[in-house]
């Protein structure tokens, strides 16, 4: 299992877009600064997640995308679903073996099986997570970091104060 560009990218925006929820729209350019992309490219990313019913769009100076749901009920599996059909199948080999034409083996076949299990496992996995649980993870880190920043800042304090002999 591989998580392709596009997929990593969308997630992302989608995020920046649920970081704004319940404060009004998000516009293509604030998503494409944010994230380091083309207007062009957030646009496109943003129409499919859009067009997959995970956004909701509003015309206008003032408008922007925003999520279709809380960010509660959207799960990263449905994210990967709607940004790439194909990097994450239900099942990864539906076939009897020696039925496809790319399909060397002509008898049972083991493998099928345990993909089978592997991609119900990440389902599963991807389905307990939702984009509130992320930022909810991404917030604890930027708590974290500040936290480390305040402490070193009060150590250099400390090291760069004169020593007196008395």
Wanted: proline residues 4%.
């Amino acid at each position: 299992m591989h998580l392709l560009a596009r997929e990593e990218i969308g997630l992302r925006c989608l995020l920046r877009v649920a970081s704004r929820h319940g404060h009004g729209p998000v516009s293509i350019s604030a998503v494409a600064g944010a994230e380091g992309l083309s207007n062009e490219y957030a646009a496109k990313i943003l129409r499919c997640l859009r067009l997959g019913g995970l956004l909701s769009s509003t015309r206008g100076a003032s408008g922007g995308y925003r999520l279709a749901r809380p960010p509660e009920a959207i799960t990263v599996w449905q994210a990967i679903r709607i940004l790439d059909r194909d990097s994450l199948p239900e099942s990864y080999c539906d076939c009897s073996p020696g039925e496809r034409s790319d399909c060397a083996r002509t008898t049972g076949c083991a493998i099928q099986s345990l993909w089978r299990r592997v991609g119900e496992s990440l389902r599963v996995t991807l389905e307990g997570i939702t984009l509130a649980s992320l930022l909810d993870e991404v917030a604890e880190g930027v708590e974290q970091e500040l936290e480390q920043e305040t402490s070193l800042l009060v150590v250099d304090r400390a090291a760069t104060r004169p020593i007196v002999n008395g």
